[in-house]
C-alpha cells in the first residue's frame, strides 16, 4: 500500500535552532501532503497544506514565516521548524490522500520534537 | 472546516465489554472518515462512509452513517486489549477541500 516515510522519528534541538522534518511519499506520488500536529492526549492539528510546485496553504493561526514548508517534488516535502522554542516542543505527523477524492489517507510515523 | 463533536473524550472498559463513540456535526457531511491511533503511533485509516444510512462492518467494528448525514459512530462488540488506541472521526474539508479535519477523538483503555 501507499506508505509516507517520515523522518527524524525523534529529535531535540536546543532554542533558537531550526529542525527540518522530511515526509516521502516511498511508492506513489503525492501532489499534496498534510502537515499536522498534535499535543499530549489531544487531537491533530491541521497546520498546512502543501502543494508540489506551489505555496503551501496554511490554516488560520499557523505562523508560515515559523512553520516553513516545502513541496519540491511530488514524492518529498519538508517542514522546517525555523527558530524553535520549548512552545514548539510536539508531535508533527505529515499526511498524504491514497487516491483520487478523500478517500483514505496515509499518515508518516510522526517526528517527536523536543526543544530544550 | 466542517467542525464535528465526538463523544464521549474517554472510555475505560473491560475486555470483553462493547463500546461506541460518537461522531455529531452540526451540518450535513458529504463523508465521513475513520482512524485509529495507536499510543504512540500514527493515525490509520479504517474506512469511509458516504452514503445516508450507511454501515459498514469491519470484523468485530460497525460503523454507521445517519440518514441525515450529520451523524456517525464506530460501535466494537467484545472489546480486545488490541483495540486500546483513540479513535477519530474525520470529516473532509470546506467545499469539498482535500484536506482532513480531526474529530476530537475517543481515547479507549481496556482492563485486561
Known amino acids: 500500500g501507499a506508505v509516507v516515510s517520515q523522518h527524524p522519528s525523534r529529535v531535540i534541538c536546543k532554542s533558537g535552532t531550526s529542525v527540518k522534518i522530511e515526509c516521502r511519499s516511498l511508492d506513489f506520488q503525492a501532489t499534496t501532503m498534510f502537515w499536522y500536529r498534535q499535543f499530549p492526549k489531544k487531537s491533530l492539528m491541521l497546520m498546512a497544506t502543501?502543494?508540489?510546485?506551489?505555496?503551501?496553504?496554511?490554516e488560520q493561526g499557523v505562523e508560515k514565516d515559523k512553520f516553513l514548508i516545502n513541496h519540491a517534488s511530488l514524492t518529498l516535502s519538508t517542514l522546517t521548524v525555523t527558530s524553535a522554542h520549548p512552545e514548539d516542543s510536539s508531535f508533527y505527523i505529515c499526511?498524504?490522500?491514497?487516491?483520487?477524492?478523500?478517500?483514505?489517507?496515509?499518515f508518516g510515523s510522526g517526528t517527536r520534537l523536543t526543544v530544550v | 472546516g466542517q467542525q464535528v463533536m465526538q463523544i464521549p473524550q474517554y472510555q475505560h472498559v473491560q475486555e470483553g465489554e462493547d463500546f461506541t463513540t460518537y461522531c455529531n456535526s452540526s451540518?450535513?457531511?458529504?463523508?465521513i472518515q475513520w482512524y485509529k491511533q495507536r499510543p504512540g503511533g500514527h493515525p490509520v485509516f479504517l474506512i469511509q462512509l458516504v452514503k445516508s444510512g450507511e454501515v459498514k462492518k469491519q470484523k468485530r467494528l460497525t460503523f454507521q452513517f445517519g440518514e441525515a448525514k450529520k451523524n456517525s459512530s464506530l460501535h466494537i462488540t467484545a472489546t480486545q486489549t488490541t483495540d486500546v488506541g483513540t479513535y477519530f472521526c474525520a470529516p473532509p474539508g470546506n467545499q469539498g477541500a482535500q484536506k482532513l479535519v480531526f474529530g476530537q477523538g475517543t481515547r479507549l483503555t481496556i482492563n485486561p
Open positions: 499526511s498524504a490522500p491514497l487516491g483520487q477524492g478523500n478517500y483514505g489517507y496515509t
Open positions: 451540518t450535513t457531511l458529504s463523508n
Open positions: 502543501s502543494n508540489e510546485g506551489s505555496k503551501a496553504t496554511y
